[in-house]
């Protein structure tokens, strides 16, 4: 089943989505964000948006805006629907919004041993701009993040 033969709604995530999102989370992450992580973004005002597939909740995103900055801080699908084109189609819902909001450059930080998502980073248009080292958590130790960024121009 392709992002084509799926109905798809984005909308706004409240915390009564917050069960599914988690479910979502920590079916997709070793080191899952926590209900209060979400709870702080969706208070501090954050663009947090869920994913709807045939009303089920299979995708999540957070990005926050600093003056001309986007940081993308999130972005989550479901195992069970990766490899679809639905992290792309999030995504590029993120990036239509920080142009809207006047940002100029789009950051966001993916474990270094990420190779998915950092090519789909990387035919986005992000470019690598740094390391963080010993950035993310691991079972045993740490894993480097890079740092991308993504130049956006609010004239397309």
Avoid at 28 to 38: C, E, K, L, M, V
Avoid at 63 to 80: G, Q, R
Wanted: net charge negative; aromatic share 8%; charged share 20%.
């Amino acid at each position: 089943m392709s992002k084509q033969e799926i109905e798809l709604v984005v909308q706004p995530m409240t915390m009564d989505n917050l069960d599914a999102v988690l479910g979502n989370e920590t079916a997709a992450y070793s080191h899952p964000w926590t209900r209060g992580i979400f709870l702080d973004c969706l208070q501090s005002g954050y663009h947090c948006n869920v994913l709807y597939s045939q009303e089920k909740i299979i995708g999540h995103s957070v990005l926050m805006t600093v003056v001309d900055e986007a940081h993308l801080l999130n972005i989550t699908i479901a195992p069970c629907f990766q490899g679809r084109g639905l992290g792309r189609y999030l995504l590029d819902i993120l990036i239509n919004h920080a142009k809207h909001l006047n940002a100029t450059t789009m950051f966001l930080e993916v474990r270094e041993s990420n190779n998915v998502a950092i090519t789909l980073y990387q035919r986005v248009g992000f470019n690598e701009v740094g390391i963080r080292k010993d950035y993310y958590p691991l079972m045993k130790g740490r894993e480097n993040a890079v740092l991308m960024a993504l130049p956006l121009t609010t004239g397309d």
